[in-house]
């Protein structure tokens, strides 16, 4: 199965962190995949999250995560006005960033600190000097991993991804899709997971 | 709580299905509201549904549904392109004919029937002379129906439902309004149904 992330969703944030555990109990492999939801929505005509397009839509957001965030035991910080100016966050430095993490072995811990960063702390993970920060937590050399993550050999798979995940229906994130279904939300992570079981 | 349902919305069915027995076993009452999401669509700048107007994620949705109502083993049949055009249906006679019929007993019956024709028949749950057998099929006399669902009295009440939906800032279906909280997609309705029993 293949896990398409944002690192600017707060709702990809609840599937990254319960993935693992609910995959293992199902014996499912799992796929990470980072991907953008800039190029995604910019074909749908948006130029920003639709969360600001739709006010009632947004505003109901932050209150529904802040609610699921509570039912799973995560840290979470509603953002104030200012901080809600920002978003979305520029996320290609950190999704470059994961793929060779995932590469690496350490992938999971800093994506899952960059969600923590984000939207426990309301940190800028489009910040070099952020991440940075959370590479070295993550246990690795946070110079050779952004030199590496900007590289010719890894700058190209962040497009890849984004225009796969469109190729296969894509339209938000998380996204799950195994054996040619698509499963939107993290609402929908057990029924993929459970279709995968079914599916082989 | 409150239970803000649209009948051309098959979300809405999903939940209409299930949450009698849902709130029973919590010990929760629940008051059935019909309302009219195109307004509301109307006021965010939508002339149709927005599954319309997002290609990707309506073809999604169909997907989607067919799969949530196999789940729950109730009947649904995938539109066929020529019905999709179709969609979405005035559902005002409908929704009028269900406030009647909820004050005299029959009209969950009636809403739940309604729901059946609509996306399991393909019937045009527009079309009086449908809903005529529907109400008959309800236990209840047609005509008589019919015509209290258009008087002076019965007339404003589907209006009233949708201006206050809009102001509890509802702004899609289901939806669910409990002490101050609003919950919106069938997904949530445990969450909402737990939440009136926590916060009673």
Known sequence: MDFWFELASPYSYLSAARIDALAEERDVAVNWRPFLLGPIF?????????????PAKGAYMWRDIERRFALRGLPFSVPDTETLTKFPLNTVAAARLSLIGLDEGWGKTFIRSVYHAEFAEHRDISDISMLAYLLDRAGTDPEQALERSTDAINRPRLRTNTLEASRLGVFGAPSFTVAGELFWGDDRLEDALDWAVNHE
């Open 42 to 54: 910019a074909a749908q005509g948006w130029d920003t999250s639709p969360f600001r397009i739709y």
